[in-house]
């Protein structure tokens, strides 16, 4: 890929101009599902280097995140920090306070203390029959997030009661995705893109592009203001739906998203999509807004200046397509 190319020298270091850039993508295993990166170096070691860059750091991010892990940082902070605050990894820190963070603007709606009544719910849809009634007023009552406190000095977690369970499952993915970017960026990568299943985060544009082509949906959309893929860079995109996770049970169709206010999960058939500065926001932001319901959720999303959400509500009537002020205008660029 040296074919006409100029390289300029910059601190010592040669830097590619982006004619000499060729793209290099790897996937691998990672959070129950496929993390998949995508990068432009100059050649093949620089992509390696990345790569290991970005699948190290969701691999970590994992191991303090997971609630499958017994052993995971968030598994034993429910255990150990019953009653009495426990200094936590910056790592778990950043992510319960941005969780927390959404608890209060959604007034609970996004709840990540709803683990026992999430893991009822997993189980579920593994035997397909509906959890229990007992047993989920029971994991109920284990469940809260004013019982989880957060102290940003010490960096400190504490838990009111015992056989809490925290999941961050509707968040995880698109900070990991986000942190593996910041990994690569930090080896100088100027373009890259990291897919956690449907979470996204990218970097400057490829070579000649205005952007990273986004499919924000299949295209089947009636509303001219929508359009199918997005142009973006410097961005995080998640998307939360029922479209993949459910459990049909009488003739309804549950997601895996859970309302706190019930216990169950979402039953309208509602799938929003996120653009914000970082996978921590986008992925927390569309869980939420999701059981927000499409009006709060408008609301919502209008008040965050960053953030850009497409809202598609369908009903047996018909398709209710809600882009935000600031969706419209990055289709529009
Ligand atoms: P996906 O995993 O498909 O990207 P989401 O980002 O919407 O989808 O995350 C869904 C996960 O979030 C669930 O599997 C569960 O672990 C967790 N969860 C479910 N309901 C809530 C809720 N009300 N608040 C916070 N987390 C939730
Ligand atoms: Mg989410």
Same mark, same amino acid.
């Given at each position: 890929m040296m074919l006409g190319a100029v390289l300029s020298a910059s601190g010592g270091r040669v830097v590619p101009t982006p004619s000499t850039l060729e793209r290099f993508e790897a996937v691998q295993p990672h959070m129950g599902t496929l993390a998949r990166i995508t990068v432009f170096t100059a050649d093949a070691a620089d992509a390696r280097a990345a790569f290991t860059a970005g699948f190290d750091r969701i691999r970590a991010l994992n191991a303090t995140l997971? @609630? %499958?892990? *017994? /052993?995971?940082e968030i598994n034993r902070i429910t255990r150990t920090a019953v009653g009495v605050p426990v200094p936590v990894s910056a790592d778990l820190f950043t992510v319960l306070r941005a969780a927390q963070d959404l608890s209060v603007a959604t007034d609970g709606a996004f709840?990540? &203390?709803q683990g026992p009544v999430t893991r009822l719910w997993r189980d579920a849809r593994k035997t397909r029959l509906a959890p229990d009634a007992a047993a989920l007023s029971d994991a109920a009552r284990? &469940? +809260? %997030? #004013?019982k989880l406190h957060l102290d940003d000095v010490t960096r400190s977690v504490a838990v009111d009661q015992p056989e809490m369970a925290l999941d961050v499952g509707a968040i995880g993915k698109g900070h990991a995705a986000s942190e593996a970017l910041a990994a690569i960026a930090q080896? +100088? =990568?100027r373009s890259a893109l990291v897919a956690i299943s449907g979470d996204l985060a990218f970097s400057g544009a490829p070579p +000649?592009? #205005?952007g990273w082509r986004i499919r924000?949906? @299949? +295209? /089947?959309? *009636? @509303?001219? #203001? =929508? *359009?199918?893929v997005l142009h973006l860079t410097h961005a995080a995109v998640s998307t939360s739906g029922n479209s993949e996770q459910y459990l049909d049970v009488d003739g309804r169709r549950y997601s895996h998203v859970i309302d706190p206010a019930t216990g169950l999960g979402l039953v309208d058939d509602i799938t929003v999509t996120v653009v914000a500065p970082h996978g921590l926001e986008a992925d927390g932001l569309d869980t939420a807004l999701g059981v927000l319901g499409v009006e709060r959720a408008l609301a919502l999303v209008e008040s965050r200046r960053d953030a850009a959400a497409l809202i598609v509500h369908r009903t047996k009537d018909g398709v209710r397509v809600v882009p935000s002020s600031r969706f419209v205008e990055l289709a529009r660029q």
């Amino acid at each position: 890929m040296m074919l006409g190319a100029v390289l300029s020298a910059s601190g010592g270091r040669v830097v590619p101009t982006p004619s000499t850039l060729e793209r290099f993508e790897a996937v691998q295993p990672h959070m129950g599902t496929l993390a998949r990166i995508t990068v432009f170096t100059a050649d093949a070691a620089d992509a390696r280097a990345a790569f290991t860059a970005g699948f190290d750091r969701i691999r970590a991010l994992n191991a303090t995140l997971s @609630d %499958y892990l *017994p /052993d995971s940082e968030i598994n034993r902070i429910t255990r150990t920090a019953v009653g009495v605050p426990v200094p936590v990894s910056a790592d778990l820190f950043t992510v319960l306070r941005a969780a927390q963070d959404l608890s209060v603007a959604t007034d609970g709606a996004f709840d990540i &203390t709803q683990g026992p009544v999430t893991r009822l719910w997993r189980d579920a849809r593994k035997t397909r029959l509906a959890p229990d009634a007992a047993a989920l007023s029971d994991a109920a009552r284990r &469940t +809260g %997030y #004013r019982k989880l406190h957060l102290d940003d000095v010490t960096r400190s977690v504490a838990v009111d009661q015992p056989e809490m369970a925290l999941d961050v499952g509707a968040i995880g993915k698109g900070h990991a995705a986000s942190e593996a970017l910041a990994a690569i960026a930090q080896l +100088g =990568v100027r373009s890259a893109l990291v897919a956690i299943s449907g979470d996204l985060a990218f970097s400057g544009a490829p070579p +000649g592009q #205005r952007g990273w082509r986004i499919r924000i949906h @299949d +295209g /089947d959309l *009636p @509303d001219p #203001r =929508v *359009p199918a893929v997005l142009h973006l860079t410097h961005a995080a995109v998640s998307t939360s739906g029922n479209s993949e996770q459910y459990l049909d049970v009488d003739g309804r169709r549950y997601s895996h998203v859970i309302d706190p206010a019930t216990g169950l999960g979402l039953v309208d058939d509602i799938t929003v999509t996120v653009v914000a500065p970082h996978g921590l926001e986008a992925d927390g932001l569309d869980t939420a807004l999701g059981v927000l319901g499409v009006e709060r959720a408008l609301a919502l999303v209008e008040s965050r200046r960053d953030a850009a959400a497409l809202i598609v509500h369908r009903t047996k009537d018909g398709v209710r397509v809600v882009p935000s002020s600031r969706f419209v205008e990055l289709a529009r660029q």
